[in-house]
């Protein structure tokens, strides 16, 4: 009476979109097994050795479904268990693919009562849990697959997009970058033309998507705000970067707040060619890494 879900890896940022543009990956994913249980509340098991919380209002299962709890019906209770493939901490929406889930089975163990919308609403309290910030660059992207638009947190304010195919390329060199740490560093103020030339390459990136126009999304592929900053955290970023370029990729930058780095390519054969080129990087470098193909799902 268990039902099963794959949940996915998401990528945050997409480069000059911080905190307000995000997709989908076809994988990894994380396998996740909820039931409803007699008993109030919420129990969660972790059938994976990343000794991650159990307790619900530290775990980012369990605080998303605590906030789903307040909303459903008297007495309704969960049992989940979860099976991780997206490493904890790697960048690519591992805390959110939990919590978004959590309720995504949660709701089908309802009947489908809850919108997406207040799925999102419920899985950023899980991540708040994983960051101390309540934002939707993930969860969003993993409810309504695809790439996605927060236009605003609060109202909440999904937009998703449709795009052309895309290959993603991500390597994720094995060091650990904390997002509340990642977070804390950026400044607070924009210079105005900075500040202009950001939203100039928000545009012409979501123009490009939804008028599949491949150069386009490259020439938006650009963050002079967030990437100058954060990618002094990530050894090899500009080397991957530049070589991933001259492989064919369209573009790319910092997945989420990193380590991970993601390359987006028109082609399969560009792609595989962009993760050849990170391997190159970190081979010389000494540093071990993963590396994901996928697509925009
Ligand atoms: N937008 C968030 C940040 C994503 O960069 O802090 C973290 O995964």
């Known amino acids: 009476d268990f039902l099963t879900l794959y949940s996915p890896a998401t990528v945050a940022n997409m480069v000059c979109g911080f905190d307000v543009l995000g997709f989908a990956l076809e994988a990894p994913c994380d396998t996740m097994h909820l039931r409803l249980t007699n008993q109030p509340g919420i129990t969660i098991e972790h059938e994976d050795d990343f000794n991650l919380p159990t307790e619900p209002a530290r775990n980012v299962a369990g605080a998303a479904l605590l ?6 019906p008297a ?3 969960f049992e989940v268990r979860i099976r991780k493939a997206i490493l904890p901490g790697s960048g690519i929406g591992s805390s959110a693919a939990s919590a978004a889930g ?7 163990l309802l009947g489908s009562i809850f919108s997406r919308e ?5 899985a950023m309290f899980g991540e708040e849990v994983a960051s101390g910030a309540r934002h939707a660059d993930n969860i969003a992207p993993a409810i309504y697959g695809g790439v996605t638009l927060i236009r605003s947190v ?3 304010d999904v937009v998703p997009l449709s795009a052309p195919p895309l290959h993603v390329t991500v390597v994720h060199p094995q060091i650990e970058v904390r997002t509340a740490d990642a977070r804390q560093m950026l400044k607070q103020q924009v210079p105005l033309k900075a500040a202009i030339r950001q939203w100039a390459n928000v545009a012409g990136l979501v123009a490009g998507l939804l008028q599949a126009d491949y150069q386009l999304i490259g020439r938006s592929l650009e963050d002079v705000i967030v990437e100058p900053v954060r990618s002094i955290l990530i050894p090899g970023f500009a080397a991957v970067k530049a070589r991933s370029l001259e492989a064919g990729a369209l573009g790319g930058g910092i997945s989420g707040s990193g380590p991970s780095i993601f390359m987006l390519s028109k ?6 060619a962009v993760a050849a080129a990170m391997r190159t990087v970190y081979e010389q470098l000494g540093v071990d ?7 925009i799902n």
């Open 267 to 272: 082609d399969e054969p560009t792609a595989q």
């Open 67 to 72: 906030a789903l709890l307040k909303a459903a």
């Open 289 to 295: 890494f993963h590396i994901h193909v996928s697509t």
């Open 102 to 108: 959590a309720v995504v089975g949660a709701n089908r």
């Open 118 to 122: 207040e799925l999102v609403r419920f």
């Open 154 to 156: 609060e109202p909440l």
């Open 75 to 77: 007495g309704t209770g």
